[in-house]
């Protein structure tokens, strides 16, 4: 283990002694765990065993799976830190669906629903969430239509704060128009990925390379967004771009395009189908930056996704009552 690599990077970033022992202890516990191999060589398998040994003692909890991320991203072990981020990539996303939902159904609805609803906890292996999302979406439409499941679906489930959206409020702001904004916008986000590719370092949770670049540079709607008529329309972008360019069939593909935790192992494993409505948690996603941007609520729809058997996720904001720059 390059444990004194690992200081440093605590000291580095201010964070506290306490934190750095108790660091330390998860490392040396992983590494027991492990036995004679290192965990700088670990693979997928055996950083599952360990998050299930902590699910197990019931010490799981995302201070230690930050941890673990920090190790693997400071030891260039992309490939392990992203997995991680399935394990933390759907927190909050279900009880903030069920904030909207008690906001728009009534008392018994919402009791029938949230009652029989019990939440997978931090842990929980990815292959274990589509038996849970199947049946909550189930159970969502034993009482609700489709269109206000929709609605519900499509919030701001990560619940990101309007504060990271202020930077790009002043680009839209000293834009001429929505166009040219989302041109800017576009080529921002490609110089950004560009200087991934140079540091040769991980861009959210994606390995960059060339053809990951020139794949974004060439669609305007990834990272950003085109306006034809009155609507605009979102691509979204593969959750591992690199894996999606480089599948060898269209189960591969669609698997690598979804970035949903609670959905995606659906697509490789073929057993549980989740229908194309649960993606409009997604769109939610998807329209959040521009709703803060434009400062008011707005619809969206999905066109495409990958749980119905596309080979992207697609969506379209009407803007026929929105007031943008023309």
């Not at 580095?12 to 060589?41: C, F, P, R, T, W």
């Not at 909207?100 to 990815?126: C, D, F, M, W």
């Not at 494993?269 to 229908?275: A, L, M, Y």
């Not at 409505?277 to 729809?301: M, R, V």
Request: glycine fraction near 4%; hydrophobic fraction near 35%; charge should be negative.
């Amino acid at each position: 283990m390059r444990l004194d690599e690992f200081k440093e990077l605590y000291h580095k970033n201010h964070i506290s002694d306490d934190e750095l022992v108790k660091a330390l202890i998860l490392l040396k516990h992983y590494q027991k765990m492990i036995g004679k191999d290192s965990i700088d060589d670990a693979d997928q398998y055996q950083l599952d065993g360990f998050i299930r040994l902590l699910v197990e003692e019931k010490t799981c909890d995302v201070t230690r799976i930050v941890t673990l991320m920090r190790y693997y991203r400071m030891i260039k072990r992309n490939d392990l830190f992203i997995h991680l981020t399935k394990y933390t990539g759907g927190l909050g996303v279900i009880e903030s669906i069920f904030e909207r939902l008690k906001k728009r159904v009534s008392p018994e609805i919402y009791n029938a629903i949230s009652n029989h609803t019990q939440i997978p906890q931090l842990g929980t292996h990815p292959d274990d969430f589509p038996e849970f999302t199947i049946r909550f979406v189930e159970r969502l439409q034993n009482h609700l239509p489709d269109d206000q499941i929709a609605y519900i679906l499509a919030g701001n489930n990560h619940q990101i704060p309007e504060s990271a959206f202020l930077e790009e409020k002043i680009h839209y702001e000293h834009a001429n128009s929505l166009d040219d904004y989302l041109k800017d916008l576009h080529h921002r986000k490609v110089e950004i990925l560009n200087k991934h590719l140079k540091d040769g370092t991980v861009w959210f949770e994606q390995n960059i390379t060339e053809e990951v670049v020139d794949f974004v540079a060439s669609n305007q709607e990834i990272l950003s967004a085109v306006r034809r008529d009155d609507y605009l329309y979102i691509t979204k972008i593969p959750y591992d771009t690199k894996a999606y360019l480089e599948a060898k069939n269209e189960t591969e593909q669609r698997y690598h395009a979804c970035h949903c935790p609670f959905a995606k192992e659906s697509i490789r494993n073929g057993k549980t189908r989740i229908p194309g409505l649960w993606c409009n948690c997604s769109a939610g996603f998807g329209k959040t930056p521009f709703e803060n941007i434009l400062n008011q609520e707005l619809q969206i729809e999905v066109l495409e996704n990958v749980l119905d058997g596309d080979m992207r996720c697609r969506f379209r904001i009407p803007l026929e009552h929105v007031d943008y720059k023309k």
